[in-house]
């Protein structure tokens, strides 16, 4: 079984529409919307869950929408008990920010992108997808990678779309800037970050 397909039947087993494959998720095809319940041949049985099975299933929605590891995760709730802190470090990631940005289609594909060397921080190439970006940071894409196949129809998405209000787009240039923290929205997720909290308080 391939990666994503192990993911997408977790998300099924969660319940949720996590994003994993961008616009796929808005459409019919969106694997939560042909098989809305738990794979298995018992999915679609009502399950009891308990408080403990709710807080883990917050945490495994939490580690698929950022890509995090059961180690990073770890270090960030034992080190941080402010849900609003621990949001505006996760939204500051610059795989979030690059796909926030609309210059990648889903998280993954941006973890992607940034693995693969062809965005850059400030002028530099940066492959961290977990570096903090800072205010007055410049996210864009490498002038190299430009002219490659998965950037053709970025100049058409980008058209009709527009960051949040903490971002700042060149949408001509494929470049953006963080001008402030983040939050100038209120935060939607398909998530209750309190229960995450509660999950590494124990």
């Keep these: 079984m391939s990666r994503i397909k192990a993911i997408e ?14 616009e796929r998720c808005n459409s019919p095809k969106c694997v939560t919307v042909r098989h ?45 008990r402010d849900p609003n802190k621990i949001i505006k470090v996760l939204e500051s990631r610059l795989d979030r920010v690059v796909h926030l940005l609309g210059l990648a289609a889903s998280p993954r594909i941006a973890r992607q992108l940034i693995s693969h060397g062809h965005t850059t921080v400030n002028g530099r190439k940066m492959t961290v997808p977990s570096y903090y970006v800072r205010i007055g940071d410049a996210i864009g894409i490498r002038s190299k990678s430009r002219q490659l196949e998965i950037f053709e129809d970025l100049p058409v998405r980008l058209k009709q779309y527009e960051p949040p209000s903490w971002l ?11 001008v402030a923290e983040p939050g100038g929205e209120r935060f939607i997720f398909p998530f209750d970050i309190n229960l995450v909290v509660q999950f590494y308080s124990r």
């Excluded at 495994?60 to 960030?76: E, P």
């Design 9 to 22: 039947k977790k998300e099924r087993a969660l319940g949720v529409k996590l994003f994993l494959k961008a």
């Design 36 to 80: 809305p319940y738990r794979p298995g041949v018992h999915g679609q049985k009502r399950h009891t869950v308990s408080e403990y099975g709710k807080q883990w299933r917050e945490k495994q929605k939490i580690q698929i929408v950022y890509g995090l590891t059961n180690r990073q995760m770890q270090n960030l709730f034992k080190k941080m």
């Design 168 to 178: 700042k787009l060149d949408k001509e240039k494929f470049e953006g800037q963080c």
